[in-house]
């Protein structure tokens, strides 16, 4: 997955930042997202749903609204109309760039957004929401309690998750004026839904009455438990993005080669972003991750680089005596493997040339399932030696390290 720091134009002149997360080969398709009011597109929501996509070969753009996050402006200037504008300047960005948007994604106001975006851009095939209000004005409320004297005064400072912002009264009018079930009951384009049933700022009888008012196809996922922000429970936004990405597959069109780049089929392919250790692996049509657990500052979405090494030596072992078994026509039933890495002194062990310093060992435990008979057993453990990977190991091994630019 690679992913790139960008910046473009805004519907009010400024320039707003992006970040595109795009898979190694051709892209399925692109899809754009809109996050929450006053949030960013670095909610670690978004990067997890982010991930999901860019696995099923879908690019995703997502943005900062203007005045939020890295982007220029001011947001006391902006409001809901001004939000789909920036969707609109930033659809137009992503023409130039990698291809105008297929998908629409929006988180909370956010899914609003894209509800009222859909109808002015022509490329949009689905629709995606998650916690999103049926209606915008369902805002204003929160926003007069925070700031009552915007009943009188023209601008007011709130507090919101902690933050200040400063906002208008043109902001809670351009809300109320929204009909967004106008828009929704003839959007015309697939439309799923996402809403947690315990949602505390955004209630799911909201989902209830954009799903009432939307046209088929239209579905619905319940994201029990699971907070608004989806960030109390990682596995809620990972969820949504498997999900998401398993359905809007069927409205998309194909990859013309779903390899991730033929030239590299003969390659294993790592990238990691620009920050944090998750690290994608392709390995030719195959994808899995690498990273470190959380005690070590990682995000614990993969198996660490020792683990991989572990688990290539217990793959090549199993499959090496399950060809030598069916050759030899025995009553192997299944293999387990369990291996295990560590680094000891080298006096500590009676096995090793080494008699300084610290060295690898591996201990590989065979588990064989059937009626073998003793002879047989001894055998399998000669012939798990021979294993390719084992062989690799205890050879002379070259790395050849150069760069390639970008």
């Known amino acids: 997955m690679f992913s790139t720091r960008l910046t473009f134009p805004g519907a009010q002149g400024d320039t707003l930042s ?64 001004s939000n789909i504008e920036d969707l609109e300047a930033a659809a137009r960005f ?47 409320t929160t926003l007069e309690e925070a700031a009552p004297e915007l009943a009188t005064a023209s601008e007011a400072e709130i507090t919101l998750a902690g933050r200040p912002f400063r906002i208008k009264r043109q902001l809670l009018d351009d809300l109320k004026e929204q009909r967004l079930i106008e828009l929704v009951s003839t959007l ?34 319940s994201l029990d438990t699971a907070d608004h922000l989806l960030l ?43 920050s944090g250790y998750a690290t994608r692996i392709h390995a030719g049509r195959h994808h899995l991750w690498a990273d470190e657990p959380v005690a070590v500052g990682g995000t614990d979405t993969g198996p660490n680089p020792y683990d991989l090494l572990l688990s290539a ?41 080494s008699e300084t310093g610290y060295v690898d060992r591996i201990d590989r435990e065979l588990t064989f399932l059937g009626p073998l008979d003793e002879a047989q057993r001894k055998r399998l453990l000669e012939i798990a030696d021979k294993c390719p990977v084992h062989k690799t190991l205890h050879s002379e091994v070259v790395v050849d390290t150069r760069e390639e630019r970008a």
Not at 251 to 262: K, M
Not at 325 to 344: C, F, M, N, S
């Open 313 to 353: 030596l217990g793959a090549c072992t199993t499959i090496t005596l399950r060809m030598y078994a069916d050759r030899k026509q025995w009553p192997l039933e299944g293999i387990r493997a369990t291996l295990r890495h560590q680094k000891v002194h080298a006096r500590d062990c009676e096995d090793c040339e």
């Open 232 to 274: 109390q429970k990682p596995e809620d936004a990972a969820f949504v993005g498997q999900v998401l990405a398993a359905w809007v597959k069927r409205y998309l069109p194909p990859l013309e080669d779903d390899a991730p780049h033929r030239d590299l089929l003969d390659a294993v392919v790592v990238e990691s972003g620009p």
């Open 18 to 81: 992006a970040r595109l997360e795009r898979p190694v080969g051709p892209a399925r398709a692109a899809a754009l997202f809109a996050h929450c009011f006053t949030c960013s597109k670095d909610l670690k929501a978004i990067r997890r749903i982010s991930r999901s996509l860019v696995e099923e070969g879908i690019a995703v753009f997502a943005f900062d609204f203007t005045g939020l996050g890295e982007s220029e402006g001011s947001f006391a200037d902006t409001n809901f109309s």
């Open 188 to 221: 015309g384009r697939p439309l799923m839904i996402f809403h947690s049933p315990v949602d505390e700022t955004v209630s799911v009888d909201h989902a209830a009455v954009l799903y009432q008012a939307a046209r088929h196809p239209k579905s619905f996922v």
């Open 94 to 140: 992503m023409e130039s760039e990698i291809g105008a948007p297929a998908l629409l994604v929006g988180h909370s106001l956010g899914g609003a957004a894209v509800l009222a975006a859909a109808h002015r851009l022509e490329s949009v095939r689905a629709v995606a929401t998650i916690g999103a209000p049926s209606d915008p004005a369902h805002l204003v």
